[in-house]
């Protein structure tokens, strides 16, 4: 008789939507499920020492009273005739599992301290007393797997690699577990036993990435095309009071910052890739294949809301998406990132920290990234906050997930000077198009970029001194002879780089030797 396989998926794809805390009021995300006929609602309550987990059924229970502190983030797994309720306690910066059982009226803690996340878990049935409870958590600088036995309250560490996990798949064979996991690049495989406990490593090989091809080009219009890459903030949802509808892409800061640019220099082309709903590792899975189909030159990433709002990564693993994305977007696709900070969300009751906490977790991280790759970012967590009319004003009314209409316009202001401080193209290929004794003509590709201004070319006749500047607006350049003047030297050495609107210049072409026909 074969053994019956269960197969159960903790997916960091597929977390469901967290319940906020907007000015206490949680009742629209509550969660609501029915075991043997009953209905029960469970739902985060904010009060003034932080959040409070409440069971209704026949009756009103507090899961959470033993446990004061930040109550966030509940998960429920109702079987036929038993149910059980996880979610996350927050206290002193000290994330712990939590854990009711319906059947007994008890809550169980993870043991030990340390932990700066811990996601969703996934819960594991067992024929007799509590099940078994697999999540990923953060404890150093990246996510591991655990699994919790809370009958025994004992803690054991499944996985110990140096990237965040970001995925798990468990597959059931009776009372073995076999645990298939995935980091940026590899995919392991753990055999685990019960009673007592073994951990095997089974396999490990690493990832397979799509082939897809850069689509990056010098024609005109790829490279004045402005890529944005995000969530439902790049798309530009948000809900005004003052505005129809919640899809507003005219007023999001991508559009914003196309007008600023064409107003002041030249024509450019946006293409949107926001995604709504969507968080760092979804844009990692997305990212080849809308690179690979969207010709642009420059690229705004701004990903990470989703990931702190629906707990669905630590920090450091977020982090861990989003230098992949700019790298990628960088040395893959040939574009030039630009990174931002998340803004700050009204999901901030005074009493509950944990959302504001991680969310500059996170933004510090960002920086760093940046830092250390030499991709220029902004800091729009900042400048929302320093705003004189304060942060609030800049998100938009109802709810408070995605900036308002002001909120995209500091955005656009910040991206701007970041865009026009990429250095502009070289000049490619020089030739010499006519060559007589009293001229010699020039020309190279021409410079199409929206900012582009004039070329600057450096010559004198010694490659080792090139004592003389002139400029060409154009894409070519006539060296005469002038009697009686230097000029009537018979070699001339050159070198040419690109000027921008703003100042900001190519490096040079290499020096090139041209002579006069006799």
Known sequence: MKKAVTRIVLSALALGVAPSLVRGDTAAESRRFSVQGKGYTVEVQAVPTGSDIILTGRQRMNLSRDFPGENLFPEVTAGANRFFVSWIHYRKADVRLCLYDARTRTVSITPGRGFTFVSAPTVVPRETGLPLLLFRANRTDNEDVYL??????????????????????????????????????????????????????????????????????LDPVTINTIIAFGDSITVGEMRMVDLVGELHPELAYLTKVQEALEEDYGHTYTINLGDSGTNSYHGVARMDEAFSRSPGYHCLILYGTNDVGKNTFSADSSAENLEWICLNARDTYGLHPVISTIPPVKLWDPGVQYFKENTEALNSRIIALARRNQIPYIDTYAAFFAHPDGWEACLEDIKGNHPSPLGHQIMADLFVPKILAVTPQPTGLIGVVERG?????????????????????EFGYASTVLDHTTRSDSHHFSFLKVPGMEGLRPVIYFRIQTVDMEGYASGFSPIQRIEFAQ
Do not use: C
Request: charged fraction near 35%; proline fraction near 9%; hydrophobic fraction near 35%.
């Open 437 to 457: 004794p009293l001229r010699v003509v020039l020309q190279w590709p021409e410079n199409v970029e929206f900012d582009f201004d004039h070329f600057r070319i």
């Open 148 to 217: 919790y036995e809370p009958g025994r309250g004992e803690l054991h560490r499944i996985t110990r690699t140096p990237a965040s996990e970001k995925t798990i798949t468990v597959t059931r064979d009776g009372r073995d577990l076999t645990l298939e996991t995935e980091t940026l690049d590899r995919r392991f495989r753990y055999g685990v036993e019960i009673d007592p406990l073994i951990i095997r490593l089974l396999t490990e090989e690493p990832r397979e990435r799509l082939p897809f091809k850069p689509a990056w080009t």
